[in-house]
């Protein structure tokens, strides 16, 4: 008997599921999908939720609304999202407003729960005092520390009370919580409305990662109130005290593991590409449209951001603690607005207070117009940046370059009876390196209604520490109701190094001009050099040795088009190169 042949197999093959790593979303896919290009998904959410770290998310032409295609969040993962048929194509109408707010997307990088380990080092009959209780700990690793997890209960919210991260200070260690301040939790904690036990866990971001280092001692404490401030009707407080806290010799009850950020170093690049973001509204007054925090790199390539994205800072796009590239896009009618205290950059606002990493934000090839910060009530006191606001601290190192692009009509102005400033029609920044070239900033504005000496510099204002340096690039048009500082104010702290540039006003510097630029058509936004231009071939070349920011000349214009013109010679002064030259 022939033996060599066995029985059929019993494994019966199936097809695997999808996995990308190109997902498909389209106005005519369903969620039930699986992603793939003959069965897309519906919205970007599901999209996002089963994409990987490195995925690209394809999304066809077409209007996006609804649920699902807002408020997203990336989940730490660093993506690709591509409109099919680029930013005319592809419309994202948010539809936010006050009593909606929500913006198209956060892109954060947070990395995975508890990278960073801790030793909990409780110590005994420490870390209270009045209405702070704390538990500090040991990191074990160096890294940015982004959440911690609490036990939860069903209980009461108390809103005034917050997470925070101190460094431990030994001098004062029966009191814990004079150590320099870390971080803060962006969302209130919960207390217990009664005797019942912790349940559960919840996690609690903080605004901004906290940097910590291995082998340092730290405090997480809970601040602005007791668990016995928010009871139930008839309970006892200071029975609630002594149940959380009885004996002082266990480990503290409520946080239970140190969990991580990132290392920004090994955070991957997000790309936002080819998409019309429109009609956004900050949730928490941050970036209208995206907002960009503690992420290693995004690139914003090829989009349309606006109109009606608001804010408080940052109209469209709220940058934070975050290397970013904005390149060959328009962001449009945006603008900041908020019922009291400051207000700054209609368009972006691009900030860096983290004490460990520099941080570079590139704005290239790109129109930023009619954005405003505008309020017409009394309580405020500074308004900033009608187009940019920049803000680092001093401790930071944070660099923004502006190349290739236009900045127009966009506004900062105040009309109140009240005390205030109105600084910077088109850029405000401070304790920052901006650096401006072959850009053309027109017809930008800062007033203030009561008090024309507080609308100043209806171009750009240089702010406390700033380094600014500007070259071939126009500053023309604009306006500030102090008259004596319409183009550039330059505070007394701020150092500024403007060459080959044409400034409407006197400026030292090599080469600078106050010649009429001579325009093909201003009255309608025409803004090439016309033949008769002093501006042509007025500029200084890249390769030269002679400048430093001549390695951010690009040997092509706003428009793309070759520079210098087939003329040769220098480069036109401005973003736009002519031919003619």
Known sequence: EDNTIGSYSNIIGVMPDYSGPDWYVSNSGSDAGD?????????????????????????????YTGDGNYNLSFDSKALTVVGTGGSNSVEIDIGGDYYNQRRFALIDYYGSDCDIDVSHDVEPNGATQGTQLGQSFTAETTGYLSKVKFHSYNGSQAASSYLKIREWNSDTYAYAFYGAELATSGTPVDYPSNNESWQGLS????????????????VI??????????????????????????????DFPFVTTVCSSFD??????????????????????????????????????????GPNNVGTQGGAIHISNSDATI??????????????????????????DDNETDHTVNIQKTVIRNSSVSINHYNFTSLKGGAISIEGVQSSDLTVNISDCVLLDNEVS????????????????????????HSTIVNN?????????DGQAGGVYAGQNLGLSILNSILWGNEASNSSNEMITVESSAAATINHSALQESYSGTSNLTDDPAFVNADNNNFALSISSPLLGAGAPSGQGTYSLESLISSTDMLGSARPGSGGGNPDIGALESSLA
Do not use: W
């Open 221 to 250: 404490e809970i601040v602005d109130g007791m668990p016995y401030v928010a009871h139930s009707s008839g309970y006892e407080g200071g029975e609630a005290y002594e149940t959380l806290n009885q004996g002082y010799d266990r």
């Open 327 to 352: 390149n060959n896009s328009r962001i449009r009618g945006n603008y900041v607005t908020s019922s009291s205290g400051d207000a700054a950059g209609g368009a972006l606002y691009i900030q860096n």
């Open 264 to 305: 920004v170093a090994n955070a991957g690049e997000t790309v936002i590409k080819g998409l019309s973001i429109m009609n956004g509204y900050a949730p928490d007054g941050e970036g209208g449209a995206l907002k960009i925090n503690n992420s290693g790199s995004v690139t914003i390539d090829d989009c349309v951001i």
């Open 445 to 453: 504005s800062a007033t203030f209604g009561t008090n024309g000496s």
């Open 414 to 437: 105040l009309s109140s009876s009240s005390s205030g400033t109105a600084k910077g029609g088109a850029i405000y920044a401070s304790e920052a390196d901006v650096n401006i070239v």
């Open 203 to 218: 996690t609690y971001t903080f605004s901004s990662p906290a940097y910590v280092e291995a082998g340092q001692k730290y």
């Open 35 to 63: 992603g793939s290009s003959s069965a897309p998904f519906a919205t970007f959410q599901t999209a996002i939720n089963k994409a990987s770290d490195g995925d690209t998310i394809n999304i066809a032409p077409g209007t």
